[in-house]
T-cell receptor, first 115, second 113 residues
Framework: DSGVTQTPKHLITATGQRVTLRCSPR?????VYWYQQSLDQGLQFLIQ???????AKGNILERFSAQQFPDLHSELNLSSLELGDSALYFC??????????????FGSGTQLSVL | GQNIDQPTEMTATEGAIVQINCTYQ??????LFWYQQHAGEAPTFLSY????GLEEKGRFSSFLSRSKGYSYLLLKELQMKDSASYLC??????????????FGQGTTLQVKP
């Protein structure tokens, strides 16, 4: 158990809908990272938050947004869902902004299926 | 930008040794990580290199050559449970001054009896 909690584990929805994925980082970790993993792609970096502020952005679609709350949990919002958004979404956390030897701890992921 | 290349698939025999290579190009290199991921599960940390050379940790070792943009993960005494994907990731300390990890596509290793 990494200490990172993601809910829900599975989510099935229809095209055009909006969903929210939730992540609680390990106790004491200030950074939260969101990654998307599709069948034909590796882990794609979406966005990083550190202590409530956005710190880095990857190839995140404009239909996607995220935030980190004062209690450090984070939510990833996906809207106007398309079939291609079906993927495993991982949250990871680390103690600070990503120091040299700082590893990321991953949650068990949310499997999103858009039908 | 960043580019990380790994073989897509590899097959090895139980008890043998396998080497998984990774080449990378990045502007803000600040460390290389290897993660293991079983199908449908979370990636778990295996090893980390920031200086050139070999890091050994039990049956797993990882090597880095920064000048060549090259790393490998060496798995010894393979066990069936080692069948998994192995992800090479580079810490990219670029303009935003945050150390996000950029992952390669992963190498799926199948260990056969």
């Amino acid at each position: 158990d990494s200490g990172v909690t993601q809910t829900p584990k599975h989510l099935i929805t229809a095209t055009g809908q909006r969903v929210t994925l939730r992540c609680s980082p390990r106790s004491g970790d200030l950074s939260v990272y969101w990654y998307q993993q599709s069948l034909d792609q590796g882990l794609q970096f979406l966005i990083q938050y550190y202590n409530g502020e956005e710190r880095a952005k990857g190839n995140i679609l404009e239909r996607f947004s995220a935030q980190q709350f004062p209690d450090l949990h984070s939510e990833l919002n996906l809207s106007s869902l398309e079939l291609g958004d079906s993927a495993l979404y991982f949250c990871a956390s680390s103690p600070s902004q990503g120091a040299t030897n700082e590893k990321l701890f991953f949650g068990s992921g949310t499997q999103l299926s858009v039908l | 930008g960043q580019n990380i290349d790994q073989p897509t698939e590899m097959t090895a025999t139980e008890g043998a040794i396998v080497q998984i290579n990774c080449t990378y190009q990045t502007s803000g290199f600040n460390g290389l990580f290897w993660y293991q991921q079983h199908a449908g599960e979370a990636p778990t940390f295996l090893s980390y290199n920031v200086l050139d050379g070999l890091e050994e940790k039990g049956r797993f070792s990882s090597f880095l050559s920064r000048s060549k943009g090259y790393s490998y993960l060496l798995l010894k005494e393979l066990q069936m449970k080692d069948s998994a994907s192995y992800l090479c990731a580079v810490r990219d300390w670029s303009s935003s001054n945050t150390g996000k990890l950029i992952f390669g596509q992963g190498t799926t290793l199948q260990v056969k009896p």
